[in-house]
C-alpha cells in the first residue's frame, strides 16, 4: 500500500517588523552603547548611527559592529546651538526615529526638542529627580544616602527633568567610594536601558502632559 504523502509540518515565514532606527550618542568609553549594539539583533531598534563629540573610546564598539560613526567636535563650532543643528541634521540624515544619549556629556540646544519632540531619552546615575546633573555619584555619597539607581527619562529643555520612563534602585554600601558605587549602577544600566530602549521602539511606551504609559 502505498504511502500517504507527508505534509510538510514547516509553518510559513512570517516576515518580521522592520527595526526602528536609533542615533546614539556618546562622549566617552561607550559600555552602555555596547549592551545595545550587543541586543539589538533581538530587540525591535538598530543602531543607524553613532555620534560622539570629542574622539571617544566607545566608536570603536561601533566599528566593531559596522555601524557607521561620525565625530561632531564640541570645539568646532561657535555656539551650542550650531552644534546641535549638525547632531540633528546627522540624525536626519540617517533617518532614525529616536535619539539615545549614552553618556552624552553635552546638554542639546532646546531646537534638538523642536525637531524630534519626544523621541529623545537619557539615562542618569540617579533615583531622579534626586542628584540630577554631571556628578549624580558623588553627589550621592556626599548626601551619605542608603539607595540611590538609575533613570531612563525622556529628554526636555532642562537638565535631568523629563518624565521618568524606568528606574532601578541600587544600595549605597558600606566603604562604597565613586568608583565602587558607579561600577554596580552600570551593571543595572546595561540591563534596563536595552530593554526600555527596545520598548520605544516597539510602540510599548508613551508620553502624553508628562505622563508615561506603559502598554
Known sequence: MA?????????????????VPIAVLISGSGSNLHRLLEDRRT??????????DREAKG???????????VLIPWNDYPNRRSFTAAVCDVIDEYGCEWV??????RVLAPIA?????????????????????AHAVETALAAGVETTGVTV???????DAGPIIAQ???PVLPGDDV?????????????????VVDALAAGHITVSNNEVAWS
Open 3 to 19: 504511502g500517504l504523502p507527508r505534509r510538510s509540518t514547516k509553518l510559513p515565514s512570517v516576515p518580521s517588523a522592520p527595526s
Open 43 to 52: 530587540s525591535a531598534y538598530d543602531v543607524a548611527v553613532v555620534i560622539a
Open 59 to 69: 566608536l570603536r564598539w561601533a566599528d566593531e559592529h559596522g555601524v557607521p560613526t
Open 100 to 105: 539615545v544619549l549614552a553618556g552624552f556629556m
Open 113 to 133: 526638542i523642536s525637531r524630534f519632540p519626544g523621541r529623545i531619552v537619557n539615562i542618569h546615575p540617579s533615583l531622579l529627580p534626586a542628584f540630577p546633573g
Open 153 to 159: 527619562h525622556f529628554v526636555v529643555e532642562d537638565v
Open 168 to 170: 532601578r534602585t541600587v
Open 179 to 195: 568608583a565602587s558605587l558607579h561600577a554596580r549602577i552600570q551593571v543595572q544600566e546595561h540591563e534596563l536601558y536595552p530593554a
